[in-house]
C-alpha cells in the first residue's frame, strides 16, 4: 500500500480520492527542511502547496519516495535537479489557479484605485471622510501586462471588459497572436512609459529578477499603480517603497514578496499600497482544483506509471528513458541555449534530426528541446505541455529527420527565426553520454554543451582571441574550454569558451569593445 504525505493543508477533497484508493494518507501542515528531512524515508509520495520547501538535504534522505506532487503551478519550492537525480518524478497542475489568480489581480486593482481598505478602516474607527478617499477609473485607462501566459491573457480578456486598453510585454508572444489576443505587443520599456497601471504575470527567471527598480520607476507616470500576483522579487521592494514614500508612483497592490512570510516589511508605514498575504490561489474552487488534480495524478503514476504534469521528465516507460536520457539531456541543453542566445521575439522553431542513429519516435526528444526553449521564458512548462504553448504563443514549428550519413552518427540540429535574426546550433553526444556542440550558425566547433559559455563572434584577424580571453582572466573568470570555429580565413570565426564564475553585462560590454568583436553573447545551460 503507497504511503503518501500531504503537506500545507491540501483540501480534503484531494485526501479522499487519494485514500479510495487504497493509499495510506498522512496529513500534516508545512514542515521545516529539517522536521521534513526527518520524515520524508517513510513515503512513497509528497504532495505539497507553497508553504513547505523540498530541498537537496531533505532529499538526500529518502531511496522510498518516487513523486512529489504540487498542488498549483510554480515548483519554485521544490528542488527539482535533486529531485531528478534521485530519479524522482515532480508533478504540478498547471492552470489550476488561472481564474482565482486573474480575479485576484483585478480585487487588488479595484482595491488600490478606490482606496477600498483604507476607506474601510476609516469607516471602522468611526470616521466618515469621503473626500479623503478620491479613485482613479480603469474605463479608457491603459493596462500594461508582463507576461502573457495562461494568467496573463486572462487579465487581458477581462479588462478589455473595462473598455481598458491593453499593452502586452512578453519576449516569446507573436504579432499575429497578441492581435488574435486584442492586445498591443511592446517592449517593456515601452510599457512601462505608456501604462496606467502595470500588473506581473511573468516567470521568475534571472532576466525578471529584479526587473523594475528605481531606474523603470522613475518612468512610469505619476499616477501609474503597479500589482504583482506573480513572484515576490521581480519588482525590487526597497526601491519599490521609496518610490512610494516619494510619490513617485500612485500606488503599488502587492500579494507576492521575496521572502514569505514577509519580513522587515518597508511599506508599513504607507498609505499607497495594498497589501495580501500571497492569496492569489486561495479560493475554495481553486484549492478544490489543483488538489482533485494532483491526487488523480499521483494516483495514476503510482497505480500504472502514467506520467501526468511531470517538470523534471517525459512520460516514458523506464527503460526507454534510461536509454533515451543522454539524448534527452543534450536535446534539452540545445533548447535552453538557443532560447538565451537568440535576439528579438521567436516566430519559428525548426529541429533536424540526422545520421545513422536517428531514433524512429523523436516526440520525446523534440519535446525536451521545447521545454528547454520555452522553460526560461514562461511561467510553467513541461514535456507534455511545450508543444502546446508554442501553439498559444503563435510561434510555428516543423521537424526532419534523416539517417543519412552526416558529420555524426546522431546529431540534432535546431534553427530559431525570430523577427531580427536566424539562429542555428547544432549538438551530439560524445561516448553517447556527453552533449557536445559541433557548430554554431554553421561554424564548425567542438565544445562541451554545459553550465555558463560565452559565445563571442568577431572578424578573424590577429590578437582578437587573446584579448577576450585577456578579458575574462583580468576579471577573475577561468576559461575551463576554448573552442574557435571560422568559415574561412579573414572571414567571421565564432568561439565558444566555457568558464567558470560570474560574467556580468559590464564584462560583456568589454568584450563587445575589443576591436573587430562582432558580438558576445553568455548562455547558461
Known amino acids: 500500500m503507497p504511503k503518501i504525505l500531504a503537506l500545507d493543508n491540501l483540501s480534503q477533497e484531494g485526501v479522499e480520492i487519494l485514500r479510495k484508493a487504497q493509499f495510506e494518507v498522512d496529513v500534516k501542515p508545512a514542515q521545516k527542511p529539517n522536521e521534513l528531512a526527518a520524515i ?10 507553497s508553504g513547505t520547501k523540498v530541498t537537496a538535504e531533505a532529499l538526500e534522505k529518502t531511496s522510498r519516495l518516487k513523486v512529489i506532487g504540487r498542488a498549483g503551478a510554480g515548483t519554485d519550492n521544490i528542488d527539482k535537479e535533486a529531485a531528478t537525480k534521485k530519479g524522482i518524478v515532480v508533478m504540478n497542475t498547471p492552470g489550476g489557479n488561472t481564474i482565482s489568480t486573474c480575479e485576484h489581480t483585478f480585487a487588488l486593482l479595484l ?47 477581462r479588462a478589455m471588459a473595462f473598455e481598458m486598453k491593453v499593452l502586452v510585454y512578453d519576449p516569446i508572444l507573436t504579432k499575429l497572436k497578441a ?11 515601452e510599457l512601462i512609459e505608456r501604462s496606467d497601471f502595470i500588473t506581473i504575470h511573468a516567470p521568475k527567471t534571472k532576466e525578471t529578477n529584479d526587473m523594475i527598480r528605481m531606474e523603470q520607476l522613475k518612468r512610469m507616470k505619476p499616477s501609474c499603480r503597479i500589482v504583482n500576483c506573480a513572484r515576490g522579487g521581480m519588482v525590487n521592494e526597497q ?10 508612483i500612485a500606488g503599488a497592490a502587492l500579494d507576492v514578496y521575496t521572502s514569505e512570510p514577509f519580513e522587515n516589511n518597508p511599506f508599513l508605514e504607507l498609505d499607497n499600497i495594498v497589501m495580501t498575504p500571497h492569496l492569489a490561489a486561495s479560493t475554495d474552487e481553486a484549492q478544490l482544483t489543483v488538489a482533485v488534480d494532483i491526487a488523480n ?6 497505480s500504472t506509471g502514467a506520467i501526468v504534469n511531470a517538470v523534471n521528465v517525459p512520460s516514458l516507460d523506464a527503460e526507454t528513458r534510461k536509454q533515451l536520457q543522454p539524448m534527452l539531456t543534450l536535446a534539452e541543453r540545445l533548447g535552453r541555449f538557443m532560447s538565451q542566445y537568440m535576439q528579438g521575439r521567436p516566430n519559428a522553431i525548426q529541429i533536424s534530426y540526422e545520421g545513422e542513429l536517428v531514433v524512429s519516435d523523436t516526440y520525446p526528444i523534440t519535446a525536451a528541446i521545447l521545454t528547454g526553449f520555452l522553460e526560461p521564458l514562461v511561467e510553467t512548462v513541461n514535456v507534455v505541455s511545450a508543444p502546446t504553448l508554442l501553439k498559444e504563443y503563435g510561434i510555428d514549428f516543423s521537424e526532419t529527420r534523416s539517417a543519412k550519413p552526416s558529420d555524426y552518427a546522431f546529431q540534432i540540429r535546431v534553427n530559431v527565426r525570430t523577427d531580427q535574426e536566424s539562429r542555428e546550433i547544432c549538438g551530439t553526444l560524445f561516448n553517447n553520454l556527453e552533449p557536445r556542440i559541433c557548430s554554431i550558425d554553421g561554424a564548425r566547433v567542438d565544445a562541451e554543451l554545459v553550465a555558463k559559455m560565452v559565445i563571442s563572434v568577431n572578424e578573424d584577424k590577429p590578437l582578437v582571441i587573446g584579448r577576450v580571453a585577456t578579458a575574462l582572466g583580468e576579471a577573475g573568470v577561468n576559461i575551463a574550454n576554448f573552442s574557435l570555429g571560422r568559415e574561412a580565413a579573414g572571414g567571421r570565426a565564432t568561439s565558444v569558451i566555457n568558464v567558470d564564475g560570474e560574467v556580468d553585462e559590464a564584462l560583456l560590454s568589454k568584450i563587445r569593445g575589443i576591436p573587430h568583436v562582432l558580438s558576445a553573447r553568455i548562455v547558461e545551460v
Open 239 to 248: 526601491d519599490l517603497a521609496e518610490a512610494l514614500k516619494n510619490k513617485v
Open 179 to 189: 492581435e488574435a489576443l486584442g492586445v498591443e505587443l511592446v517592449t517593456l520599456d
Open 297 to 302: 495524478q499521483i494516483v495514476d503514476y503510482l
Open 111 to 157: 482595491s488600490l484605485c478606490r482606496n477600498i481598505p483604507a476607506a474601510h478602516g476609516s469607516m471602522v474607527a468611526g470616521r466618515w471622510d469621503r473626500k479623503k478617499f478620491m479613485g482613479a477609473e480603469l474605463f479608457g485607462k491603459t493596462l500594461g501586462i508582463v507576461g502573457a501566459g495562461r494568467i496573463g491573457g486572462a487579465v487581458a480578456k
Open 40 to 49: 520524508i524515508d517513510e513515503y512513497d509520495g509528497m504532495i505539497v502547496r
